[in-house]
C-alpha cells in the first residue's frame, strides 16, 4: 500500500517563509503532488514533482527527493490569503492504467499578521 | 468558462433517505472521481470511474452508487445503507490518459448533512 504523513498544522506571519513537509511509502512511485484547500473550498491543484529537484512557481515552490522519500511545500513570502489546508498526494502506483491518487491527511496553515 | 459543477451546495437526508449528489464536467475530461472528507481529515475515495459506462469502487464504497451513463455527468447517490453519511463531498475529473500523475479539477463540492 501507501501512506503519506504530514504535520497537522503550521503558524507564521505574514511575509514569512513556511516549510510543509510530506514523507511517503509506497511500492511504486510517479511523482509527488501537492493541493491547496481554503476552508469549505474545492482543492486547487500547485505543483507536481516527477524528479528530483526544485519546481518554483511564484512564491511556491516543491522540492522532492526520490532517495529519501520526501518532499516539501516551501511558501515564501507569506500572505493571509495563503491561511488554508496543503495536502501531498502520490498516484497509486497499483492502478498502472489509472490515475487514482491517495492523499496526506492534510497540513493546515496559519498564517498571522 | 470549462470547469466542474457540483449541486446542491448543502443537501439534508433524513433517516432511510437516498439522495442524489450531482457532479458535471465541460472538460471533455475522461475520468471523474468522488472523494469524501471529513472534518480535518483527507479526502477518501468512494468511486471513480475512466471512460462512459464503466466505474470502480474506491477505498470507502460501501453504501453509495453511481453511474456514468454521459462523459459530463457522474452522479453519486448516498444511499440508507450508509450509516454516517454527514460529510463534505467532492467530484475531480482529470484527462484520463496514463501519463506520470495527472492534475485532478475539483468541484465546489456538496455538504450533506443528516436531519
Known amino acids: 500500500g501507501q501512506s503519506l504523513e504530514q504535520p497537522s498544522e503550521v503558524t507564521a506571519v505574514e511575509g514569512a517563509i513556511v516549510q510543509i513537509n510530506c514523507t511517503y511509502q509506497t511500492s511504486g512511485f510517479y511523482g509527488l503532488s501537492w493541493y491547496q484547500q481554503h476552508d469549505g473550498g474545492a482543492p486547487t491543484f500547485l505543483s507536481y514533482?516527477?524528479?528530483?529537484g526544485l519546481e518554483e512557481t511564484g512564491r511556491f515552490s516543491s522540492f522532492l527527493s526520490r532517495s529519501d522519500s520526501y518532499g516539501y511545500l516551501l511558501l515564501q513570502e507569506l500572505q493571509m490569503k495563503d491561511s488554508a489546508s496543503y495536502f501531498c498526494?502520490?498516484?497509486?502506483?497499483?492502478?498502472?492504467?489509472?490515475?487514482?491518487?491517495?492523499f496526506g491527511t492534510g497540513t493546515r496553515l496559519l498564517v498571522s499578521p | 468558462d470549462g470547469g466542474i459543477t457540483q449541486s446542491p451546495k448543502y443537501l439534508f437526508r433524513k433517516e432511510g433517505q437516498n439522495v442524489t449528489l450531482s457532479c458535471e464536467q465541460n472538460l471533455n475530461h475522461d475520468a471523474m472521481y468522488w472523494y469524501r472528507q471529513d472534518p480535518g481529515q483527507g479526502l477518501r475515495l468512494i468511486y471513480y470511474s475512466q471512460i462512459v459506462n464503466d466505474f470502480q469502487k474506491g477505498d470507502i464504497a460501501e453504501g453509495y452508487s453511481v453511474s456514468r451513463e454521459k462523459k459530463e455527468s457522474f452522479p453519486l447517490t448516498v444511499t440508507s445503507a450508509q450509516k454516517n453519511p454527514t460529510a463534505f463531498y467532492l467530484c475531480?475529473?482529470?484527462?484520463?490518459?496514463?501519463?506520470?500523475?495527472?492534475?485532478?479539477?475539483f468541484g465546489p463540492g456538496t455538504r450533506l448533512l443528516v436531519l
Open positions: 514533482n516527477a524528479l528530483d
Open positions: 475531480a475529473s482529470s484527462r484520463g490518459t496514463s501519463g506520470n500523475q495527472e492534475t485532478q479539477y
Open positions: 498526494a502520490v498516484r497509486d502506483p497499483l492502478n498502472t492504467g489509472f490515475q487514482k491518487l491517495v
